[in-house]
C-alpha cells in the first residue's frame, strides 16, 4: 500500500493544475473546491500512511519509496524517494490537516482584496494555485528521503512564501517584504546548500547517496576526524534552520512577512513552513547528536530568540506583529526542545503551536475584515460583544498560547521546559521567563482587542464574520484545547504519551533520557501553571481595572522601550553592515575597476597598438629586398627558438 | 544506425542554415522571406534531432565525417560530435527558429539581411561545435564574429557601432595567439586534426605556451574575468536575437574551447593552470553578480549575470572531477536557455515600450500577467531554484568544486546568495510595486506567437531540472574519457 504513497504529492499538483489551466472558466467557488479538495485528499492519503504504517511493527515503521533517478554523475547519485516513517507522516498529517482549515477558510476571506474591494477572479485562482504549490512543496519536504530532495522543498517553499507574502504585488511594502524574506532564507540555504556537499564529500561517497538513512548508518563507527568535520556540517544546517525558523540571527524576514495574506500569515509562516528547521534538526538528529557543542548552541539560539522575541512582542501593537513575534519566539521554545535533545517535546510543540498559532492567526484575520484592514489594537476595543464567536476562539488560542493549564500549549510548552531544566536549569530559567512574557502579551491582546469599550469607528461598527470563515476555527479550537492531551507527561503514565510513543521508533537509537523523577515533574508542573496564571493576571490588573502597580510595572521596561520597538535594530544593522557596502562595493567595480581600471588597461593597449603602427608603417619602405630580409630574418629566429628550445 | 552513418548528417545542421539563406535571397516578399528562413530553421532543428535517435552512450565520437579539403596543407574537413558538443548543437538549433519567431514583425529595416545573417551565424557556430580539424574550427570561430558584428553594428542601439567594433577586436586580439599556436602544432606534432593530436604527447614547455595562447582567445569569449568588459557593450547595443544568440550559443564557444582543446591537448598544462583560472572564474560569480546588482539598465543586468554564471561553469570545468564538469556541460545550456530567455523577455517589452531602465517600469503584473508570470519562472531558473535546470547544473558544478577546493565551493556559493538578490531586485522592479508609469498603461501581453516561442525553453527548465537524466547519461561517457586524458597529465607544480 505504502508503494502508491506518492499520490499525496500528486493531489495539489493537480489541484493547482487545474486551476492554472481552468481556473477563469471555472468561477471562484469551483476554484476553491477544487484547491481544498486536493489538499483534503492528500490529508486522507496522510492518514491512510499513517494506519499502514500501525500494522507494521515498530522496527519497521521505516518505508523508502524510490520515485525516479535524478542527478547520477559518477559516485554522485540522487533519487527522488519519498521515506515515509512515523516523523514524516505527523508532519504530513499537520501540514495537510492545519492546511485543509485554512483552505477553508481562505475560500470566503480571500473574495476581497487588501482595500476590501472584489478580489479579481484572476488573483482568487493564483492565491490557490501559490496555496496548492505551497502544500506541494511542504509535503515534498517533510517526505524526503535525501537532503538534495528536502533542498527541493525547503526552497520550494521559500519561493511559495515568497510569492504569497508579495501576493498584493502593488504594495511596495508587500514586494519588498517578499524579496527580503526571500534573500534572507537564500542566505540560510547557503548553509544548507555547503552541508549537503560536504556531507557528501565526507561519506555520501561511500554510501553512494544522499539519503538519510545511507548517511546515518555511514555514521555508526566513522573515525574521529569525521566527527570533527561534522561540527561543521552541523553549525551549517543550523544557519539553514534559523533562516527557514526564523531564528537568531535571520528572524528578520518574519515579521516583515506579515503583509502577506492572512490564511498565509498562518499557514505558511506560523503553522508549517517555519518549523522546517526544527523538523530538519529532529530528522538529523544523528548527526547532531555527534557534536554536543552544536546542540548546546541550538538550544541557546532557541532560548534567547524565545526572549528576544517575547520582549518585542509585549510592545507591538500591530495585532499580526504580535502574533508574528510571538511565532518567533514559539520557535524558539522548539529549537530549546531540540537542542536539549527532546527531540519528541520539539515536534509535540511544533504540532500544538500549529493548531493554536493558526487559529490566531486566522482569528486575526477576522477581525481585521471586521475591522476594515485595522490591525492596531489601540483603535479595537469591546469586540467581545461584537463578534463572540471570534472571541471565544481567539479566547481559546491565546490561552493556548499563554500556557493555561491544561490547553495544548501548556503541555507541549511544559515538556520542553522539563527537559531543558534536566541539561541546564540556567536555559529553563530563560524559558519560563518568557513563558511569563507570554502569557502577558497575549492577554495583552485578548484584552485590548476584544474587552473594554469600542476605541474607534471601525470597533464601534464591527460584526461577526460569515459561517464560512468562524465554521473551520472550531476545528482548530478544538485542537487548541486537546491536543496536548496526546503528549501528556510520564507522571500519568508510560503510555499515556501517544505522540511519544509514535515518534518512538524515529528516535529510538537516541539513549534513554534521565528523569528527573515524578516530585520533579510535578514541581515544575505547578511552577509552570503559576507563572501562565501570573502572566494572566498581570494583563488584567495592567488593562482591565488598569490597577497602578501594574501600570507602574511598565516603567521598569521604560528604557528598553525604544530599544524593543526598533527590535532592537537588528535590521537597521543588516543593512547598514551587510546591505549597503556591498552595494557600494558593487558601485564600486561597476565605476572604477570596470570603467577605469579595465577599460583603461584595453583602450591603453588599443592606443599604443595604433602608435606602434605608425613606427612600424616606417617600415613600409617600398623595397622589396628589404621586405625578403626581414621575411627571412623572421623564420630563421623563429626555427632557431624551436630548435633550441 | 548504419544508414546513418553514411549520411552527412553533421554536414546537413551545419549548412542547411546558409542553403536557406541562400535561398532566401531568390524571393522578394517580406512574407516568403520571413518563412524560408523559418522552415529552414525549424527543419535544422528536427534534423539535429536525429543525433539523438541514433546517439551511442559512449564516450566516442559519433557521426563523423572525415574529407581531404586542402590535402597539400593536410588541412581535412573532419567533423564529429560526442556527449560535450551534442547538446551545445542541439541549443544552437533549436534558438535557430526561435529568433526568427521573435523577429517576425519587429525588424523594420532590411529584414532579409538581418535574418541572413541570423542563418549564417548558425552555420558558423555549429562548425565550431562540430569540428576535429583545427584549422577548419578556426576558420568557423573567425566567421562567428563576422554576422554578429554587423548584427550589433547596423540593427544595434545608440551605441552600437563602438560596442561592435569593441566586440570585433577584442574577440579577433584573443584570437590571434591561437592560430599561431595552431600553426605550431602541425608544425612540432605533424597534424591539424584533434583525434591524432589528442593521442600524441606533447613537450610540457610548449604546453605551458599553448594553454595560455587558446585560454586567451577562450577566456576572452566566456568572457572571463577580467576579460569581460566587451560584453556588457555589446549585450546592451545589439539587437535582442543578437543578444539571444550572444548569451544564449556564442559564450558557451569559449567554455567548449576549453573543455574540447585546453584540457585534452594540454593535460600537463591543464594542472598548473586550473588554480588561477578557478580563482579567476570565483571572481567573475561574486564581481559579476555585484555589478549586476546595481545596474538600472536591465539588459546590462542579465549581462552582467552571465558573467557571474558562466563563472560557474568554468569552476566546473577547472575542478576536473566528473561531478563538475558534466555540470559545466550542463550548466553551459541551462545558461543558454535561461539567459537566453531572459533576453527574449526583456526584448518583448523593449519592443513596445522602447525603454531598458528598471525605473521606467513597475507594476507590469497588473497589466501584462502571462508576461510577469513566465518573467519570473525565467528568473527563478536562473535563480538556480531546486527542480528547475539551473539547480541540477549548478549543484553538480559546486560538488565538483568542493571536492577540489572546498574554499572554492564556499566562496561560489556565496554567488548564488548574490544571484537571488539581484534577479528579485530585477522583478521588483519590473513586475511588483505600483503601476505609475503611464506609459506601461498600454501595454500589451504576450501575442500567441510569443508565448509559442518561449514556450520550448520554459519546458526545457523543467524537463532538465526534474529529469536531468537523460542529459547526464550522454554527458558522462565523454567526460569520463576526457577527464582520464586529462589525469594522464602531470602535475607540474609537484
Known sequence: MLQFAWIILLFPLLGLLINLLFGKRLGKSFIALVASAAVFASLLTAVGMAAALLALPEADRSVTVQLWQWIHIGDFQVNFALLIDPLSVLMALVVTGVGFFIHWYAATYMLVDDKHQDLSLRLYGRFFIYLNFFILMMLTLVLANNYLQLYVGWEGVGLASYLLIGFWFYKPSAANAGKKAFIVNRIGDFGLDLAIKWRFCRFGKQAGSLAFNDIFAALKGAPDTTIAAMTGVTLLLLLAATGKSAQIPLFVWLPDAMEGPTPVSALIHAATMVTAGVYMIARSHPLFELVPTTMAIVAWIGALTALMAASIAIVQTDLKRILAYSTISQLGYMFLGVGVGAYTAGIFHLMTHAFFKALLFLTAGSVMHAMHGELNIDLMGGLRKKMPKTYWQFLAGAAALAGFPLLAGFWSKDAILYEAFLKSPLLWGVGIFTALLTAFYSFRAVYRAFHGEPRSEHAEHAHEQPGGMTAPLWFLTAGALFAGFLGLPLMFGEHANVLGNWLGPVFADLAEGQHGGESLELTLFLVSSAIALLGIFIAYARYIPEWGWAKSLQNIFSPLQNMLEHKYWVDEFYMSFIGDPLRRVGQWFYRVSDGKVIEGAVNGIGKYTVVAGAYVARLQTGLLSMYALSFFVGVALILLYFLLA | ?494
Open chain 2, 1 to 494: 544506425m548504419e544508414n546513418l552513418v553514411s549520411f552527412p548528417l553533421l554536414s546537413s545542421i551545419i549548412w542547411l542554415p546558409t542553403v536557406g539563406a541562400i535561398l532566401m535571397l531568390f524571393f522578394q516578399s517580406e512574407r516568403s522571406v520571413k518563412i524560408v528562413a523559418l522552415t529552414t530553421t525549424i527543419i535544422s532543428f528536427l534534423v539535429s534531432l536525429l543525433l539523438l535517435a541514433g546517439w551511442v552512450n559512449d564516450s566516442s565520437m559519433q557521426f563523423q565525417e572525415n574529407l581531404a579539403w586542402i590535402p597539400q596543407l593536410d588541412i581535412n574537413y573532419h567533423l564529429g560530435v560526442d556527449g560535450i558538443s551534442l547538446f551545445l548543437v542541439l541549443l544552437t538549433t533549436l534558438f535557430g527558429p526561435i529568433v526568427v519567431l521573435f523577429s517576425w514583425n519587429n525588424v523594420k529595416d532590411n529584414l532579409k539581411a538581418y535574418l541572413f545573417l541570423l542563418l549564417t551565424q548558425q552555420t558558423g557556430m555549429l562548425g565550431v561545435f562540430l569540428s576535429l580539424d583545427l584549422v577548419l574550427f578556426f576558420i568557423f570561430w573567425e566567421f562567428t564574429l563576422i554576422p554578429m558584428y554587423f548584427l550589433i553594428g547596423r540593427w544595434g542601439g545608440k551605441n552600437r557601432v563602438y560596442a561592435a567594433v569593441k566586440f570585433f577586436l577584442y574577440t579577433m586580439a584573443g584570437s590571434a595567439l591561437m592560430l599561431v599556436v595552431i600553426l605550431l602544432l602541425y608544425w612540432k606534432q605533424g597534424s591539424f586534426d584533434w583525434m591524432v593530436l589528442q593521442q600524441a604527447p606533447m613537450d610540457v614547455r610548449f604546453q605551458t605556451w599553448a594553454f595560455v595562447a587558446f585560454a586567451l582567445a577562450f577566456a576572452i569569449k566566456i568572457p572571463l574575468f577580467p576579460f569581460h568588459t566587451w560584453l556588457p557593450d555589446a549585450h546592451v547595443q545589439a539587437p535582442t536575437a543578437g543578444s539571444v544568440i550572444l548569451a544564449g550559443v556564442l559564450l558557451k564557444m569559449g567554455t567548449y574551447g576549453f573543455l574540447r582543446f585546453n584540457l585534452p591537448l594540454f593535460p600537463d598544462a591543464t594542472h598548473l593552470y586550473t588554480p588561477l583560472l578557478a580563482v579567476l572564474a570565483i571572481i567573475g560569480i561574486l564581481y559579476g553578480a555585484l555589478v549586476a546588482l546595481v545596474q538600472k539598465d536591465v539588459k546590462s543586468l542579465v549581462a552582467y549575470s552571465s558573467i557571474a554564471h558562466l563563472g560557474f561553469v568554468m569552476l566546473g570545468i577547472v575542478s576536473l572531477t566528473a561531478q563538475g564538469v558534466s555540470g559545466a556541460v550542463l550548466q553551459g545550456v541551462n545558461h543558454g536557455l535561461s539567459t537566453g530567455a531572459l533576453f527574449l523577455m526583456i526584448g518583448m517589452v523593449y519592443d513596445r515600450r522602447h525603454t531598458r531602465l528598471l525605473s521606467e517600469y513597475g507594476g507590469l503584473w497588473k497589466k501584462v500577467p502571462v508576461w510577469s508570470a513566465l518573467f519570473i519562472i525565467v528568473v527563478l531558473a536562473s535563480v538556480g531554484l531546486p527542480g528547475l535546470n539551473g539547480f541540477v547544473g549548478e549543484f553538480a558544478i559546486l560538488v565538483g568544486a568542493f571536492q577540489a577546493n572546498p574554499w572554492w565551493a564556499v566562496f561560489a556559493t556565496l554567488g548564488v546568495i548574490f544571484a537571488a538578490w539581484y534577479l528579485l531586485t530585477a522583478v521588483r522592479g519590473m513586475v511588483q510595486g505600483p503601476l505609475d508609469e503611464e506609459k506601461n498603461g498600454n501595454l500589451t501581453d504576450l501575442t500567441k506567437r510569443e508565448i509559442l516561442l518561449l514556450a520550448p525553453l520554459i519546458i526545457l527548465f523543467f524537463v532538465i531540472g526534474l529529469f536531468p537524466g537523460f542529459f547526464f547519461d550522454k554527458i558522462n561517457p565523454a567526460v569520463d574519457a576526457l577527464l582520464q586524458t586529462v589525469q594522464s597529465g602531470t602535475d607540474l607544480l609537484f
